[in-house]
């Protein structure tokens, strides 16, 4: 049975030392549950190295860590630009460089001394051609983003459609994702975005020492600082709201004169990267729990957020633009507005009837505890259990 006692194999767009996304979160269940997982960062581009994602080093020689039991990470030989791009000049680099990635997978699966039983392409739909390497094992392509952020070229669009056709299963974090890709395979499945109640129970209690001079109440925001959000709805609230601290945690990815204003305001906080592990203390510590997201193609794909969770988890009001497409179980219990006028009115109804919403508290918890990794997993093998029962076969579509 797949995702019991198998071994995985993860190509993912990503560095393990990066912010914790579903990448990262789902192989290290399919680990805890005693699955083995080869876990493999994305191909480093020469900006990776000058900003520090990633060792130009260990790219060349090619290390393989072990993080956590069962799960390996190992890093992958430097990438030529446009490579992932499709079309004549993309393929063409990719076939120049895709000998490197090989020798490299071989390398890493003959120190484990294993062949993967199943094979996981995460975003990045364009390496699709490496699933002829383990013609045994079964594929899925995990699509957690619209490809190319919204902007993805003919060429890349036609290499989703290749991959799609290609794999045995995909998994989407969105409806609106799934609708996109069933069209191609009808192996399609949801499997929205969860919490770790494990990562909460064990983190919630620690305060964050910056909270000892960040007086309440807090408005608080986790996750990466970039032109995702809206900057401006930001600004104009934290200058509405000066009784109230706007702290955002999380790494700045790409700093602008938006960010530089925002660091201008007194009630302002930007704490930068903090470690997964530490994140429950900052929502435990927050009064209001903020998702400021423009409204633009990748929000509008996204569903919900695997921020959305963590925060139910921790019971605290939650505030949102509204970015897209609404998944959450019970929408009462978040709330949406676009202007930072209606964002000061709330919060001033926050600092001045918390009992109203204290009340909604544990419905968010339960519905947290309801979206757990482990709830996700049996989605996921019940896919592969159906899968299996018809030999493999799927429905060809034209």
């Known amino acids: 049975m797949v995702l019991e006692n198998s071994n995985i194999l993860a190509l993912t767009d990503d560095y393990w030392g990066g912010m914790q996304r579903v990448r990262h979160r789902m192989p290290s269940c399919w680990a805890e549950v005693g699955n083995r997982v080869l876990w493999l960062e994305q191909a480093p581009y020469p900006g990776d190295f000058r900003s520090g994602r990633a060792s130009l080093a260990d790219?060349?020689?090619?290390?393989?860590?072990?993080?956590?039991?069962?799960?390996?990470?190992?890093?992958?030989?430097?990438?030529?630009p446009r490579m992932m791009k499709g079309g004549p000049m993309g393929n063409s680099l990719r076939a120049v460089h895709r000998p490197f990635d090989r020798r490299r997978i071989?390398?890493?699966?003959?120190?484990?001394?294993?062949?993967?039983?199943?094979?996981?392409?995460?975003?990045?739909?364009?390496?699709?051609?490496?699933l002829a390497m383990f013609p045994k094992a079964t594929t899925a392509y995990y699509c957690s983003d619209i490809y190319g952020f919204g902007e993805?070229?003919?060429?890349?669009?036609?290499?989703?459609?290749?991959?799609?056709?290609?794999?045995?299963?995909?998994?989407?974090?969105s409806e609106v994702l799934k609708n996109r890709l069933v069209r191609f395979n009808p192996r399609t499945y949801h499997i929205p975005h969860a919490v770790d109640r494990d990562w909460w129970e064990s983190?919630?209690?620690?305060?964050?020492?910056?909270?000892?001079g960040i007086p309440k109440p807090r408005c608080v925001f986790t996750g990466a600082v970039f032109e995702r959000l809206d900057f401006d709805l930001l600004l104009k609230c934290a200058q509405l709201r000066k009784d109230w601290q706007f702290v955002l945690v999380g790494p700045v990815i790409r700093d602008s004169s938006e960010i530089q204003q925002l660091r201008g305001e007194k009630n302002v906080s930007l704490l930068g990267h903090r470690a997964w592990e530490a994140i429950p203390g900052y929502l435990n510590g927050a009064d209001v729990l903020m998702v400021p997201f423009r409204r633009n193609p990748v929000a509008e794909n996204l569903g919900l957020p695997l921020k959305f969770y963590e925060y139910a988890m921790s019971g605290k009001p939650i505030l949102s633009t509204d970015f897209g497409p609404f998944e959450f179980p019970d929408p009462s219990l978040a709330v949406r507005y676009q202007t930072a006028q209606e964002w000061s009115d709330y919060l001033e109804y926050i600092a001045s009837s918390p009992s109203e919403e204290a009340k909604k508290a544990e419905r968010r918890?339960?519905?947290?505890?309801?979206?757990?990794?482990?709830?996700?997993?049996?989605?996921?093998?019940?896919?592969?259990?159906?899968?299996?029962?018809?030999?493999?076969?799927?429905?060809?579509v034209p």
């Open 152 to 173: 993805a070229t003919p060429g890349e669009l036609q290499e989703e459609e290749a991959c799609c056709r290609k794999v045995d299963l995909i998994f989407t974090t």
């Open 365 to 396: 918890r339960s519905i947290a505890l309801e979206n757990t990794y482990e709830s996700r997993l049996e989605l996921q093998r019940a896919a592969f259990r159906s899968l299996q029962e018809r030999g493999g076969d799927r429905e060809v």
């Open 59 to 80: 790219s060349l020689r090619g290390t393989l860590h072990q993080p956590r039991e069962r799960l390996w990470v190992g890093t992958m030989p430097p990438a030529f």
């Open 106 to 130: 071989r390398k890493y699966l003959g120190a484990l001394g294993w062949e993967p039983d199943l094979v996981v392409l995460f975003q990045l739909p364009v390496r699709h051609d490496l």
């Open 203 to 212: 983190g919630s209690g620690q305060s964050p020492p910056e909270f000892s």
